[in-house]
């Protein structure tokens, strides 16, 4: 059961890193097209 929750907190955690890589990604493109 502890592997379980453990497992699940680490696709948590993967998951907002991913997200967070995406935004800024996005922003960086974002900036180079506005200058």
Request: aromatic share 6%; proline share 0%.
């Amino acid at each position: 059961m502890n592997n379980k929750k453990r497992k699940l907190i680490i696709r948590i955690v993967a998951l907002v890193l991913a997200g967070l890589m995406v935004v800024s990604i996005f922003s960086i493109l974002l900036s180079t097209i506005h200058f």
